[in-house]
């Protein structure tokens, strides 16, 4: 909690220039302190504190908790922090003023990326969509950045570094910023700019309404701010999430989900993403339970697809959209992300 | 004093509400908290993140829900 610190309230002009600087490398460091003992302290505690025998499966469950909990937490206290700080960089007006204009596939590709950089509510979907499209960026540029910017989220990105491990966590960028750019494309190809409602195109976007943050403690302060909004909010999903996990890890025999989830089981990646498509807000306590039934034998492109389609296709927004789009083209876009998602989930069955 | 709260109902958008209508009753100024969620106004202000809050027409804060606290120095300034 030590970034928490460096945001309390107060005039940061009145502090020296220097004062943010030294104040993120002390946190820094008593981060990378804490988080290098972790696995030593989880031990202590499990079998030292509560006098545990190293063999039951109550140890077992509690020494995975005592680990797995406060890593992820901490891992996630950084990654949204830094990531809150490099948001406060790019603006959605900055993004819209990059693609405006911009010709199709390399306009995907950049709509991707800027995706990832710029956070928003799902009720934010809208202003957002009127916002792109009536200053000109194109229809296919406009959906690929509405993807893109749930589907790779920072609370994902963390939980999939700590419990999979740092290739996991690369291929669902990869494959997330694919079927958001591919999905994209392929909806600007066909030229469904009448499929938009009709309305939309005969509003005019005020340049410049969002405001920018300047200056290391203000960009600082977002971080902070980023943080509270986060980590504050899914905190008990995750740690809800990590003791499912923790209970499955000592008491569901191995192999156990083989035949469920396993990739013998053909039907198991269309499944997967039919049930995230009505769970939203509580992805962030699923991974942790989906890692613990990966390790008692689902198999990974069944796992992916299922966090695709929790977090990249949620009924919430689909709903809010119609307001935009013609119901026709809501159905083929979340179609359209829908089959990139299910393309993912069988080709990891299949290389893995 | 004119504050408007620019969303389309969503749970922040309440929650921006009440923080400012907190925010005016501290400041103890007179001034109205209006909601607007007419889709064409909010684009009109070039505002792409809800809930937004808006201060005497100029835009203050967008795409998140600051506190009380933090509105109060944006009341006193307009």
Known sequence: MAERGLNAEGPAAARPAWVPGLGLALACAAWVLIYSRLRGLASWFTFGLAGLGPSSRFA??????AFEGPKVLMLMLAVVFGVGVLRSFVTPGRARAMLAGRREALGNVLAAL??????????????????????????GVTLTFLVASPMV???????LFALFGWKVAALYVGTGLAVAMLAGWFIGRLGLEDWVEPWVYQLR????????????????????????????????????????????HGYVPADFMASFMGRSAWWAVPVSVLMGVPMYSNAAGIIPIVQALMEKGAALGTVLAFMMSVIGLSAPE?????????????ALFFGTVAAGILVVGYLFNAVF | MEIKVLGMGCAKCRSLVA????????????????????????????????????????????????????????????
């Open chain 1, 114 to 139: 800027l995706g990832i950089a710029t956070p928003f509510c799902s009720c934010s979907a809208v202003p957002l969509f009127i916002g792109f499209v009536t200053s000109g960026v194109p229809l």
């Open chain 1, 205 to 248: 976007a005020a340049p410049g309404g969002e405001i920018e943050a300047r200056g290391l403690a203000e960009r600082l302060k977002a971080g902070g701010v980023a943080v509270r909004d986060i980590v504050g909010k899914v905190w008990p999903w995750v740690l809800a999430g990590i003791a499912v996990g923790a209970f499955i």
């Open chain 1, 153 to 159: 989220n920072e609370v994902a990105l963390v939980l």
């Open chain 1, 318 to 330: 689909a709903i809010i959209l119609r307001k935009v789009l013609k119901p026709r083209l809501i």
């Open chain 1, 60 to 65: 077992g469950a509690v020494d995975f908790f």
């Open chain 2, 19 to 78: 923080e400012a209508e907190k925010a005016l009753a501290q400041s103890g100024r007179p001034g109205v908290v209006e909601k607007v969620e007419d889709m064409a106004m909010i684009t009109a202000f070039g505002v792409m993140r809800t809930p937004a809050l808006v201060v005497n027409g100029r835009v203050k804060c967008s795409g998140r829900v600051p506190t009380a606290k933090e509105i109060g120095p944006w009341l006193n300034e307009a």
